[in-house]
């Protein structure tokens, strides 16, 4: 028989189920299931007294808001949220692993792109909208490359347009408009567009071409202006001959054997469970650090997911500069959601109760599992592209899809997607790879996932072996050798800005 339970470390008073536990089971030596316990779900190791810590992970995820039987089954409704970590009290560089997992590979296949730019993974044309009136349009256009133009080109992977709702009626000057307008500016230099990418333009929005490009990128050999043609057709013309020049170009674009120190991977993870933090996100740590071993830059996120770890992060950041970043972007994020009139609570979801996630400290405690145990050389706000190659935390939203645009747009080319609930996620300007935390999900999703990380919660397989299968599957992936499933079916989630500033 295999694993009933998995407890983390020694000094927790609770452990997971791996399967559904049926009343009256036993769990381990002195240990009786009193009710149904679902997978993944917390049972008590110990009697537990009204205001006692319960303990996973080493720590304590909350308070017991009342007393609790050994063998009864912990959920959502009986923990009281501890204080979150204070922010100026933080030890930095305390936690500096140096010696990191051999990697089997250190070079992949991929297109390079001008000095200092990450190379692509995806050969793609690219087009960059400066405001959702234009989207219409665009859309109506990129139908016509596709089928008229693409397949004459057969090197170019896709046409992807950036469409967003961003560009007017917004307060473009306010403060916090940087993070859009710098999530726009970095897409157009993305590194699977190749250095062509096209804009697309209304001409009287707020967002104004020289916002968003660099003075010699905005010429009329990258940028259509709607109210500078006559009319529908001339705009659909205009497109089409820009986009056939744009494709040639790419088209010439070859793979080539290039060292994993020009390679953006990033890491998220979304419809978690209580597995997610034990199995898929342990996994892609171990992947991690054989990719920062190897040169290459690793970015993970989601700021309320690291949140109630982020002291265990701090002592990973390589200085104290680096570790005043990631307090000062805690710092903005809780203000913001207190604006917002919520706090870090608000984050788990449905799914993530019913995986067995009791609240927002177990599961940022299972986040932060897929960082690995690299030395923290960056922190970076959303969108902003990194400046040093190894591990980075890129503070972005827990959403999904603002996430993934964030990562984009810091010039992740290639994403690593760990699931507990399952998602069908994917994004159209870089490939995703979808690992899954049980066996029941990937039994479930066979064609949606890439990766299952579940035979290490059953004892048929350790982190080292899928996390090392995680890393030839990146390897694969990023040199063109195999496409993810969502690439497969053309699963792609729409770019979504992070735009807190206000909107007139």
Same mark, same amino acid.
């Given at each position: 028989m295999g694993n009933r339970y998995i407890k983390i470390n020694e000094n927790d008073n609770v452990a997971i189920t791996v399967n559904a536990i049926p009343a009256g089971t036993i769990i381990m030596d002195d240990i009786l299931a009193n009710q149904d316990i679902p997978q993944g779900h917390k049972i008590a190791l110990c009697n537990i007294e009204e205001g006692q810590p319960i303990i996973r992970y080493g720590v304590t995820l909350g308070y017991a808001l009342h007393s609790t039987k050994k063998g009864d089954w912990i959920n959502e409704h009986m923990l009281e949220l501890p204080i979150p970590p204070a922010l100026d009290e933080m030890q930095f560089a305390t936690n500096l692993v140096e010696e990191l997992p051999e990697p089997p590979a250190r070079t992949f296949m991929g297109y390079p792109n001008k000095d200092g730019e990450y190379a692509g993974t995806r050969n793609i044309l690219g087009i960059v909208t400066t405001v959702q009136c234009v989207t219409g349009v665009l859309n109506n256009a990129v139908k016509r490359i596709k089928k008229e133009l693409l397949p004459k080109y057969p090197k170019v992977d896709d046409v992807v347009a950036i469409n967003h709702a961003y560009g007017c009626g917004v307060a473009i000057n306010a403060p916090e408009a940087i993070i859009p307008i710098r999530m726009l500016q970095n897409m157009v230099k993305h590194p699977n567009f190749g250095g062509e990418t096209m804009i697309i333009s209304l001409g009287c929005e707020k967002l104004t071409l020289d916002m968003l490009l660099d003075s010699e990128y905005n010429t009329s050999d990258n940028v259509v202006t709607f109210q500078n043609e006559n009319g529908h057709q001339a705009i659909m013309a205009e497109i089409m001959k820009m986009a056939e020049n744009k494709l040639k170009r790419l088209n010439e674009r070859v793979r080539v054997e290039l060292p994993l120190s020009e390679l953006c991977i990033g890491l998220q993870c979304g419809g978690s469970d209580a597995f997610s933090g034990v199995t898929a996100n342990p996994s892609a740590g171990y992947a991690a650090d054989m990719l920062v071993n190897a040169g290459a830059t690793?970015?993970?996120?989601?700021?309320?997911?690291?949140?109630?770890?982020?002291?265990?992060? @701090?002592?990973?950041?390589?200085?104290?500069?680096?570790? #005043? #970043?990631? @307090?000062?972007?805690? #710092?903005?994020?809780?203000?913001?959601?207190?604006?917002?009139?919520?706090?870090?609570?608000?984050n788990p979801t449905p799914g993530n109760k019913k995986g067995g996630l009791s609240n927002i400290v177990e599961k940022a405690m299972g986040s932060i599992a897929k960082s690995g145990s690299s030395p923290i050389v960056e922190v970076l706000s959303p969108g902003e592209r990194p400046t040093k190659k190894g591990m980075i935390f890129a503070a972005t939203p827990a959403s999904d899809f603002v996430c993934g645009s964030c990562q984009l747009s810091s010039g992740m080319t290639l994403q690593v997607f760990m699931t507990g609930r399952g998602t069908p996620y994917g994004l159209e300007a870089a490939p995703v790879i979808k690992v899954c935390s049980r066996d029941d999900m990937k039994n479930m999703w066979q064609d949606l996932i890439d990766v299952n990380a579940g035979p290490i919660a059953t004892g048929e397989a350790t982190i080292q072996e899928i996390g090392t299968q995680l890393f030839n599957e990146i390897i694969d992936v990023a040199s063109g050798r195999k496409q993810t499933f969502a690439e497969q079916y053309e699963i792609y989630n729409d770019f979504t800005l992070f735009n807190p500033a206000p909107i007139t």
């Open positions: 690793v970015m993970f996120s989601e700021v309320t997911e690291v949140r109630d770890g982020v002291h265990i992060i @701090a002592e990973r950041c390589v200085n104290e500069e680096v570790g #005043k #970043k990631l @307090a000062d972007e805690m #710092k903005w994020y809780d203000q913001y959601l207190n604006n917002g009139q919520v706090d870090r609570s608000a």
